[in-house]
């Protein structure tokens, strides 16, 4: 069995590109040996950085620690599925272990080329096959549909061994027995779940209060982007088969599916970022892809992608900001304060942002670009409750006259943004 847990004060320091930042301050951390513990906490409260820290070789060395990073891509470092399994264990058949997963006949495919809920429930299968005694989860159902979150969550809730869980959902926090909130670093409560949960603080961290949804109607009578007969083959197999859609000014668009159904390829496909290998786009009432598989000459829409840090490009966060001639001339400033994030944040390198900070900077630069066409990727993945609110009133609050559409998971979400949906049939 292993040993528990005990740490006190830790103060946690990390050099970032502009400078120091204390991201953990004067903590203590009890947890007894097969205990479950929630780590909740606003984006950028300290989460993962104690995760991360908590899994730095040496600090707990009586521990087999395996960590489950918020994006998976972090941890993808083999060529095929199943390498990333038997890497370091080859004696282990790697094929039961994916159709437990949801990953049957995945094994010889890039996992590069996985959505993203499907990376994510690899480099879970990954850990566990590295049978740690210490788990850390860093919002491991976030990108999950819910069918598979519902799974995932029924599976660690029999893992027997002891567990840290980052979350934002309140099913997952009932299924640990103690809870710690983190803010700026610092523990604020702590205690028996069913006790920090009663905390009307806590409730209010993990629930968001939607406003009342207000559409703002406009005459639907410009087509934006019209989709007609788009197919996309996926090298492993199957394909995306999109309904024929014609969205038009004003439009407020949902698209629901399951994993790996091929929601993010179908933002890519209207973003100008990926052909279809059937079917036309007609964007802005010209077609697209008339000049090859990428064409994004028509300054008519703008991506906010599931993964908000591969948008970025400069050194500094007021720097992003400037970088569309769109918003070139924009007080970074009150910018970043509408985003209910700090001014201060405009000298920092969008890097050491938190994972929720820089999601809500890349929706931000999408919504207020003044593009026809605004496409969001899981724009709520990871972010807690205050921070969903406040995209759906940045939703709310952008050009009624442009198109929407949002792929997402999260139908509260999709509701409070006034949001027809579309379902995307599986892969097939």
């Known amino acids: ?4 847990i005990h740490l006190h004060g830790l103060t946690l320091e990390r050099e970032g590109l502009d400078g120091v930042l204390t991201v953990l301050r004067d903590l ?5 040996s097969g205990q479950r513990l929630a780590l909740i906490g606003g984006n950028g409260s300290g989460k993962s950085s104690l995760l991360r ?7 707990l060395p009586d521990h087999r620690v395996g960590l489950v990073f918020q994006d998976p891509d972090e941890q993808l470092i083999a060529g095929t599925v199943a390498e990333e399994l038997t890497l370091g264990r080859p004696q282990l058949d790697a094929e039961p272990i994916l159709q437990r997963f949801g990953l049957a006949g995945r094994g010889g495919e890039d996992p590069r080329l996985l959505s993203a809920g499907q990376k994510q429930r690899l480099q879970l299968a990954v850990v566990l096959a590295d049978d740690p005694d210490l788990l850390l989860l860093d919002e491991p159902t976030s990108l999950q549909d819910a069918d598979q979150a519902a799974w995932l969550r029924r599976h660690l809730a029999a893992w027997e061994g002891t567990m840290i869980w980052a979350t934002q959902q309140p099913d997952e926090v009932a299924l640990c027995h103690e809870a710690l ?4 670093g610092r523990r604020l409560e702590a205690g028996p779940v069913a006790t920090v949960l009663a905390r009307p603080s806590v409730h209010q961290l993990l629930t968001p209060d939607y406003p009342p949804t207000e559409i ?10 019209q989709l007609t007969d788009v197919v996309c083959r996926f090298n492993a197999g199957g394909a995306l088969r ?5 969205i038009h000014a004003g439009d407020r668009l949902g698209i629901t599916g399951l994993n790996g159904c091929g929601k993010s390829t179908l933002l890519a496909v209207m973003a100008g970022l990926r052909r279809p290998d059937e079917g036309t786009v007609q964007l802005a009432g010209s077609p697209l892809y008339e000049r090859g598989s990428v064409d994004l000459d028509h300054g008519q829409a703008a991506l906010a992608p599931q993964f908000p840090e591969y ?12 970088l569309d001639p769109l918003l070139a001339g924009t007080d970074t400033g009150a910018f970043l304060e509408r985003l209910g994030l700090a001014a201060s944040l405009a000298q920092r390198h969008p890097q050491d942002l938190s994972g929720g900070q820089k999601r809500r900077l890349a929706l931000a630069l999408a919504l207020f670009s003044r593009r026809s066409l605004i496409l969001l990727d899981e724009p709520t993945a990871a972010l807690d409750a205050a921070g969903r609110v406040r995209v759906a009133r940045l939703v709310a609050a952008a050009d009624p006259a442009g198109a929407l559409v949002v792929a997402s998971h999260d139908t509260a979400f999709l509701a409070a943004c006034g949001c027809r949906t579309v379902a995307l049939a599986p892969a097939g």
């Not at 203590?28 to 007894?32: A, F, P, Q, V, W």
């Not at 909130?181 to 700026?184: K, N, R, T």
């Not at 703002?216 to 982007?225: A, C, D, E, K, L």
């Open 53 to 59: 820290h908590l899994a730095t070789p040496g600090v």
């Open 311 to 322: 948008l970025f490009t400069r050194g500094q966060v007021g720097d992003e900001i400037g």
């Open 1 to 4: 069995m292993a040993e528990p």
């Open 216 to 225: 703002q109607t406009v005459p639907m009578t410009r087509t934006v982007v």
């Open 181 to 184: 909130v983190l803010d700026a």
């Open 242 to 246: 999109a309904p024929d859609l014609e």
């Open 28 to 32: 203590d951390l009890s947890l007894e």
